[in-house]
């Protein structure tokens, strides 16, 4: 909500825009890719930006809620809170993030980008001051994986001012809590910043027995800087970060039976479900403008990850998705005697780790960048089964704890080494860029099986060494000051994992070509983009429900071809006092396999040539619309998506193959209490709408049902 009408209400707005803690430019050049959104307009290709006001609007906590307004972007809801995003863009495989690079501050953020790139840690959404995405041909500039795209998130800002910051206190349904506080600021050439984020709930599931469904997440981040030189922009950035959560979350779904009769149930077996995870975040930035049209910059980075999603593995003796939700449906219903449950220990600790750096100059009409990145990366897999029974009181009994590392007992690691040229070259009307990127990468694991778990006996060993060139070329034309067109084609790569019969790499050419305009109070951009793969990967994880014996494999859909449009377009209207700004996104998908193969690969199964991708709807669109005066504002958005197959399939979608389409609206209410206060409303899910989001892990799982936060925020 911006401040209006008032030379009071403009002169704090100038400061808290210019100076406090909300500002989205970054004080650092390689912690943005974009910048901001006026810059969105000269990337050579598609992207988007959505700054600390967008993210404002809503109050989202979830970053898979704000990424509906990205055509382009797709996203699976698991938890209902975001706690682990799918995200997915052009048709690559939405499961934790894994087909596409996930920054902080233009640092990885995914626990072992190369190693393991299933990504279930996520920097914390809540606390961060934009979003930048990037889906086109400039996307190799980050790597590792570039055929889907990037998503950059950009933490909060140290402020210009002596003092600066803001609180933001929430409560909700299901006992929702939230505290979001920042301070900072800046004296002579020393300044930093400290923010804490916490917030919690009960969770909006139910279980039989008196344990809650919910979650618990703290964040604190801490920045200080120092100027060397102020001329010069000569400066020392140095970033911690802390991160904790505790959530009762499960894969065990519901039958299709249950979810119709009481969709936000839980079944007494996955009571003892629970994920605990800590992180830790050390990175220094340093900047140095070299002369008016050149600078250098390094970053060191360093992230330990630990989690522990303690959750069913096995429900009498059956696995999820093969009859253990019916089982556990049954028992409920009539709870005799006792039934054996398997839980296993998904124990695992990740450590990522690098230098990486820029130089970045203009020679004539050339902006030129020249990138580094030093990285290594590891997943230590140390997992057990512990073993109980659920007698008829729906108490759980453990009969037999497994011994750490008897389930699955291995490091995966990966190193690598990349290289990166990418040049901007205007003349006239005509901006022409491209680069490539290098790649020298060794992915290794090192296997001491289920029985050594002193790992005293050498392991067995795996590697699988990838050296590899990424080109990309893309030109923008500016017809009219209002009106530009664009074109792109850029190389897609991910590298095979090790330990796989089937060692080859994923590989694909990537197009797109449109247009962005510009005229009045109307603006938007219309892109097509093909992606044509030699071929494609497929991770099996337990996420996506893979057997358990083939969990870590990797499997080759050889050609697929996946194509679309995305459209984005906003108004700004207005009415007498009142502001009315209108914004839609739309996104049309089509994508096929061009082989017959079979897999046990769960959402893909025994593929015949044509089948469509799971999990990719043909058509998503976000609407909204908003209402704004000098002291309030109204918010809608409404987010529609077709049905969607959770197999490979072609035809029409068979009962429980498939995903109902949707709409759900989101509603958001802002009043100015004082120039520096306000209080909010916003409520998720207004309608209430019951829906399935995911068939992933075997069962249904619920998406959130309606919930409202009522929340207050003061700015100094």
Known sequence: MKFKHSLIATAIASLISSNACADDSGGFEQISIIGSATEVNDIPGSGAYLGSDDIAEFEYTDIMRILGSVPGVYVMEEDGYGLRPNIGMRGVSLNRSEKITIMEDGVLAAPAAYAAPSAYYFPTFGRMSAVEVLKGSSSIMYGPRTTGGVINLVSRQIPDAPLAGNMNISLGQDNYRKVHGVAGGSVDNISGVIELFTYQADGFKNLPVNVDTGFKKNDILAKFRVVLDQRQKHQVEVK???????????????????????????????????????HNSYQINYEYELSDNSEFNLSAYYNDFHRNWYKVNKIGGLKLGGGAEELASDYDQNPIGNLAVDIKANNRDYLSQGVQSQFITTVDDHNLTFGLRVHKDEMDRFQWVDKFNLNSDLVMTLTGAGTPGTDSNRIDSGSAVAVYVYDEFTYNDFVISG?????????????????????SATPTHKELSTTVVIPS????????????VLAGVHKGFAPAAPGNVQTEEEQSWNYEIGTRFSTGRVSGEVIGFYSDYANMHGNCTASQGCDEDNIGNQYNAGEVEIKGVELSLSYAATAGSFEMPLSLAYTYSDSQFSNNFNSSFGVWGNVVSGDEIPYIPEQQLQLKVGLENEDWDLSLAGRYLSEMRVTAGQGTIVQGDGIESRTVWDLSAKYMVANNQQVYLSVDNLFDKAYVATRAHGGVQPGKYRTMQLGYTYQF
């Open 240 to 278: 911690f970060k802390y991160s904790d959560e505790d959530s009762n979350e499960t894969y065990v779904g519901l039958t299709d039976e249950d979810f119709a009769k009481t969709p936000y149930n839980r079944y007494a077996a996955s009571q003892l479900d629970n994920m605990d995870t800590q």
């Open 435 to 455: 680069g490539f990127r290098y790649e020298d990468m060794t992915i290794e694991r090192d296997d001491w099986g289920k029985s050594d778990v002193t790992r």
């Open 473 to 484: 070329v893309a030109m923008t034309y500016r017809i009219s000051e209002d009106v530009l």
